[in-house]
């Protein structure tokens, strides 16, 4: 006898669903759509400034291809794809009223969130691995394999890039953990899905309004987001560890807390849906 | 304007509080007039100053505390308070030929501006408040940037007075920084310590110019301001004007050479006199010396010097390298002043000062490169500047140079425009954004020199060297080096400083060249491309005017003095951000294990009771209020037993359902508890697993088909499926083909028939079904009868919430009945519908109507009550009598009825509006029997 809501069940439970199709097919759509824009690039427009153009970087090579693919998503789509793989479990079963019925299975509350938490992450994580796999195949076998062109100058061999890539990976992974966990919060408490997905969403927009406030100053880095685009340090040609701990520390601080509270109002409140 | 050195510096900036600081003390502030010595004219100059005192009361050891040039003591009032709130009475003062003060500018003269701050020290020497160390010798040091850096060397230098010296951002020698040499004739022990050639560097025009400027405005400023203060602009001619508050000599100097662009002798000769070199061999005083990076004005080298100087007649030195100065601030100011109060502490406060030999500050400390987006610049230490004393000579790291681009050749334009512009004096910060390379290396007149990749990563620490071959096709070459960083297209420089040479050559004859760069340090990475930019031209200095065509030979490596520092301890490299939020998570994380404990000892407190194990169900005085405060269940007890079928009855709003959902858990009851089989069910307890529910309606996942929902439910309880039933389940949802269509599809009563199917999936030992036939219609609510007859028939429990009584009646074997938030009865449904005194008559149609019938009954003795339900066909007439049943019969018959039936029982439903009738008389004490027909209609509904 397994435990209740084992993760395969409550993978069972998710994979089927319209939504989830959806985000996989935006997903993988996504560097298509980049590939076809670009392909109706007509060069630079005249008199405007000789500085390389974005378009240049991305279409230089499958590998800068990904890293613009990368910092195009991370910049919002990824954000609520993070929100609604997290944010939208609980409110789903409550709002098909099937909550209650895990629960009487019975489905330990705590055990309960810790299904629908994991199987969100390991979505999250495989998105977040067949996005830049997915972009970098595709851009290869359109814009060729050339090495990495550091936009501040210099270049990085793919050797160089890889590993890197997959640490930006996984830094953008824990940087979108704080916003997931805010939506699991508002979840948690709440019948509607777009609710949680929506709160989160103003939580982040809220912070980022605030981290462009200048007179804040150094307050604005605990700010959930603030180092979200700290990944991009890696790819300089040379990079240093101290934004990127600290967005690690301040990420998995936001996302302890929003968990924790989201866990804790789960276990006390009245089941009513 | 150019306040220079204390607001730059830092040294303006309140010290940072340390360990060993009392707590500070308050401070009274006084002005002061003091005469000294006339100007050469003779006539009589007073200074403006300023003392500050601890308001303690007893003897202090004093500072001095100059600024820089341009500025006045104002700049520096809140360093003074901060030095006397740490137990020091400040002196503060305005040079002469500056603000309220009276004079000219002399340009720290040991013999004016020297004497003057003699005069001072006199001063400090004669108030009792201050600690004495003999008649008339105050216990002193003093402290200043810039121009006040410079005096504080000076005053050293010529009143043994003097306990400790500060001296930050300021010359050794003013003719070596006004006219600098990078052309080298010796490359020295010590990082910035190469010897120039005797011939003086192109003058740093843009500097000298400002001075100017700022001398002129303070001029004008003061002569309409002081009466007393000097005859400055009233009484001259125009070029005492030119002058502003210069003395005329310096100035008669000055300008031909800011002009030409070539110092007369007499200047050099004067210049060399108005600096600390000209009197360290009078210096007894430890020496602090704070010198930057970002100082296009007075370098490393200046520093360096000093310190070598001091270094060999042993008096105590320590060198700290800062990243601000002249062009912008040091992002370690805090951990500067710090640094400085340790010395003035040391040497004026500490117990033994001269007896200890060691130095309270490192040796040598210098900023490194500032991380990018780091706000302060990491600090490192050595415990010997390198070259000095026992400190051995620094190593080197060299990297190759390749061929210079443009085959070496580089143009002086005719006119000497237009002019590269490498550094923007005073704005190094300032010029961050802006595309420097490209206004630095002007196409034709300049060179690159780039190195091939590092293969290592070090610290450089000191200035470059770069030795070259030049031919030029006139007598003099100037050229300006400065180094890069090749970043790909980008090229960036760390240290914007820049380092001329002016040298003497013959004409196509080839002349070997070696270059000192400015002194700095330089964090160089494995991988990374240097690059050493030769320029014709810089905006910053006086270009020479006559075209000129140069080829630049590459003779050597680019070598790189390297040092391995300690990184310094202490706030400023500390990463207070990843400690103080990982100290955070660490807490969080003890919040929740102390929760996940304490939820875990809640469960725990759960009382089973054993003797109960043979009990389906029992509810014991649960009690909640929302909450709203409406008060929803109250003190509610029954229970269910084996083989029974449980109705829950009740108008809407009576709490059966909060009451269903506190026994499966989905809400915490305030008080009362629920026991299964004899195990108190809570939230997610085990027992659950035993009990079947359908509450308020079905919930499936509407994406997968019926079938799937029912294998997804039954995974989510993680046991085997061979407990499941499914067979059993499914036949009792009887819906057939729809099985396999996505159950948003279905209607509400396929629904409804899916949802009794999961609740017995498993077929647990209780079934709870909230309103089970809503949604059904007549023939299958029939269907759901004896299967639910059946399922209690094998020894299980079954619990029915519903409001339709008939249904109750034929499906239950016991109800419960609730008003209100409280049950008003329970028992057995025969029980309650059939009494000894209650006899039910059916008339049919032969006899009297059932009207006319019940009145005679009335009439007849032992009679309680007799009821009537009357319609043409048929009548009925439920009579309550004392008498036996046969009785009833016979007096029946005897008033004219045609009797076709007899029965006991009444329906449930009168048994049900009954009991709802007395408790809302109960609860009200009135309207009991008016309300029954809106009670009736609830219940209807």
């Not at chain 2, 306040?3 to 502030?29: D, E, F, H, I, Q």
């Not at chain 2, 309409?224 to 210069?246: E, H, N």
């Not at chain 2, 990243?323 to 100011?333: E, V």
């Not at chain 2, 900023?367 to 987006?373: C, P, Q």
Request: charged content about 15%; some cysteine.
């Amino acid at each position: 006898m397994s435990s209740p809501l084992s993760f395969r069940a409550e993978w069972g439970r998710q994979v089927g669903r319209t939504r989830t199709k959806w985000i996989l097919g935006i997903v993988l759509a996504l560097p298509l759509i980049f590939v076809g824009a670009f392909a109706l690039d007509r060069g630079p427009r005249q008199g405007s400034q000789t500085g390389t153009r974005m378009v240049d970087y991305a279409t230089s090579g499958g590998a800068n291809f990904t890293v613009f693919v990368l910092l195009v998503a991370s910049e919002l789509l990824l954000v609520i794809v993070a929100a609604l793989l997290l944010g939208d479990p609980v409110p789903a079963e409550a709002s098909w009223s099937s909550l209650r019925y895990l629960l009487t299975a019975p489905v330990r509350r705590a055990r309960l969130l810790t299904a629908k938490v994991s199987v969100g992450v390991v979505h999250l994580a495989i998105l977040l691995i067949v996005l830049p796999t997915w972009a970098f195949l595709i851009g290869s076998l359109v814009y060729g394999t050339s090495s990495f062109t550091i936009p501040g100058g210099g270049a990085l061999t793919l050797a160089e890039l890889l590993p890197r890539l997959a640490i930006a990976i996984a830094y953008i992974f824990v940087a979108m953990l704080p916003v997931a966990a805010i939506a699991f919060a508002i979840g948690v408490g709440t019948d509607t899905p777009l609710a949680a997905v929506g709160g989160a969403l103003i939580a982040y927009i809220v912070a980022g309004i605030l981290d462009s406030i200048d007179a804040l100053g150094s307050i604005r880095n605990g700010l959930p987001g603030h180092y979200q685009r700290s990944w991009l340090e890696l790819l300089q040609p040379t990079y240093d560890w101290v934004a990127l701990r600290h967005g690690v520390l301040w990420s998995i601080l936001w996302a302890l807390i929003f968990f924790a509270l989201g866990w804790r109002r789960f276990a006390r409140k009245d089941v009513l849906s | 304007m150019l306040a220079l050195g204390a607001a730059l510096l830092g040294l303006g900036l309140p010290a940072a509080p340390t360990a060993a600081a009392a707590a500070p003390l308050s401070v009274k502030a006084a002005d002061l007039d003091v005469p000294v010595g006339a100007e050469p004219d003779g006539a009589a100059v007073s200074l403006d100053a300023s003392v500050f005192t601890p308001s303690d009361g007893g003897q202090h050891p004093a500072v001095l505390l100059g600024h820089g040039f341009g500025g006045s003591k104002e700049d520096l009032v809140e360093r003074a308070r901060s030095l006397a709130a740490r137990g020091y009475v400040v002196l503060t003062w305005t040079a002469r030929g500056f603000g309220k003060s009276g004079g000219r500018i002399h340009l720290d003269d040991p013999a004016y501006e020297g004497a003057d701050v003699r005069a001072l020290v006199d001063l400090l020497g004669a108030r009792g408040d201050v600690l004495q160390d003999g008649p008339g010798d105050p216990r002193v040091g003093i402290a200043g940037g810039s121009y006040g850096g410079a005096i504080a060397l000076i005053t050293a230098g010529t009143d043994p007075r003097i306990d400790a010296v500060v001296a930050a951002i300021t010359w050794h020698d003013l003719a070596a920084s006004l006219f600098p040499q990078a052309a080298v004739t010796d490359l020295g022990q010590t990082p910035a310590g190469a010897a120039p050639i005797a011939e003086p560097g192109p003058v740093k025009q843009l500097w000298i110019s400002r001075f100017f400027a700022a001398s002129v405005a303070g001029g004008a400023r003061a002569g309409g301001a002081t009466a007393g203060g000097g005859s400055a602009a009233t009484s001259a001619g125009d070029d005492q004007l030119l002058c502003g508050r210069f003395d005329p000599t310096i100035c008669s100097l000055l300008l031909p050479a800011a002009e030409s662009g070539v110092p007369s002798a007499e200047l050099l000769e004067l210049l060399r006199a108005h600096s600390p070199a000209a009197v360290l061999s009078g210096v007894q005083a430890p020496v602090l010396l704070i010198q930057g990076m970002a100082d296009s004005l007075f370098g490393l080298d200046q520093s360096d010097a000093t310190a070598r100087a001091l270094t060999d007649r042993g008096v105590p030195v320590a060198q700290r390298w800062i990243d601000g100065g002249h062009d912008g601030p040091s992002s370690t100011a805090t951990a500067d002043d710090a640094a400085a109060d340790a010395w003035l502490d040391h040497y004026l406060r500490g117990a033994s000062p001269s007896a200890d030999g060691r130095l309270p500050v490192p040796a040598f400390t210098y900023a490194g490169v500032l991380a990018r987006r780091a706000t302060v610049a990491p600090l490192f230490t050595a415990d010997t500047y390198p070259g000095l004393g026992a400190g051995a000579t620094e190593p080197t790291t060299s990297l190759r140079l390749r061929e210079p681009s443009g085959r070496g050749v580089l143009l002086t334009p005719p006119g000497g425009a237009p002019a590269s512009t490498t550094v923007i004096p005073g704005l190094g910060g300032l010029a961050g954004n802006l595309p420097t390379y490209q206004l630095a290396a002007l196409p034709g007149q300049s060179v690159a020199l780039d190195t091939t990749r590092s293969t290592k990563t070090f610290t450089a620490v000191g200035s470059p060297r770069v030795r070259l071959r030049v031919t030029s096709s006139a007598s003099t070459v100037t050229l300006f080096a400065s180094l890069w960083q090749v970043q790909g297209a980008a090229t960036s420089q760390p240290r914007r400083l820049v380092a001329p040479v002016r040298v003497p050559v013959q004409p196509g004859v080839p002349t070997e060249v070696t270059m000192a760069l400015p002194a700095a340090t330089w964090q160089v990475a494995s991988g990374s491309t240097w690059r050493v930019l030769l320029t014709s031209t810089d905006s910053a200095y006086a270009n020479p005017r006559e075209a000129r065509l140069d080829r630049i030979e590459v003779l050597g490596d680019l070598e790189f003095p390297t040092l391995d520092g300690t990184p310094a301890s202490g706030a400023t490299t500390r990463d207070t951000e990843s400690i103080g939020v990982a100290v955070a998570i660490g807490a969080v994380l003890l919040l929740i294990l102390g929760s996940v404990l304490l939820a875990r000892r809640r469960r725990a407190a759960r009382v089973d009771r054993p003797e109960l194990a043979d009990v389906s169900l029992v509810v014991s005085n649960l009690v909640k209020t929302y909450a709203d405060g409406h008060r929803a269940v109250d003190d509610v007890s029954w229970r269910a037993e084996k083989g029974q079928v449980v109705g829950l009855l009740g108008p809407n709003g009576a709490g059966k359902t909060t009451t269903i959902r506190m026994i499966l858990g989905l809400i915490a009851p305030d008080s009362g508890t629920v026991h299964v089989m004899g195990e108190q069910a809570g939230p997610g307890s085990g027992v659950l697993r035993r009990v079947g529910a359908l509450v308020e309606g079905p919930g499936f996942l509407p994406h997968l088909t019926g079938r799937a929902n029912l294998e997804a439910y039954w995974r989510a309880t993680g046991r085997p499926e061979s407990e499941a039933g499914f067979d059993e389940a499914l036949a009792v949802a009887a819906l057939g083909g729809a099985l396999d269509r996505p159950v948003k599809t279905y209607s509400h009563g396929m629904k409804q028939r899916l949802g009794i199917a999961q609740a017995m999936l498993g077929l647990p030992e209780l079934l709870i079904l909230d309103e089970p036939t809503n949604g059904l219609d007549p023939p299958q609510i029939a269907a759901m009868r004896p299967i639910l007859h059946a399922y209690a028939a094998a020894g299980r429990t079954v619990v029915v919430s519903s409001h339709l009584l008939g249904e109750v009646e034929q499906t239950c074997s016991h109800v419960v009945v609730m008003h209100a938030g409280r049950v008003v009865t329970t028992g057995a449904v025969a029980d309650l519908i059939a009494s000894e005194d209650t006899t039910v008559l059916e008339l049919g149609a032969d006899g009297e109507r059932a009207g006319t019938v019940a009145e005679r009954l009335r009439a007849a003795d032992g009679i309680r009550s007799v009821d009537v339900e009357d319609d043409d066909a048929h009548g009925r007439v439920t009579v309550i009598a004392d008498r036996p049943r046969g009785q009833v019969v016979r007096e029946a018959i005897e008033a004219g009825a045609d009797v076709v039936g007899v029965g006991s029982r009444r329906h449930l439903e009168e048994v049900f509006l009954g009991v709802i009738a007395q408790a809302a008389h109960a609860d009200t004490g009135e309207s009991g029997g008016s309300s029954l027909i809106e009670r009736l209609r609830q219940v209807r509904a």
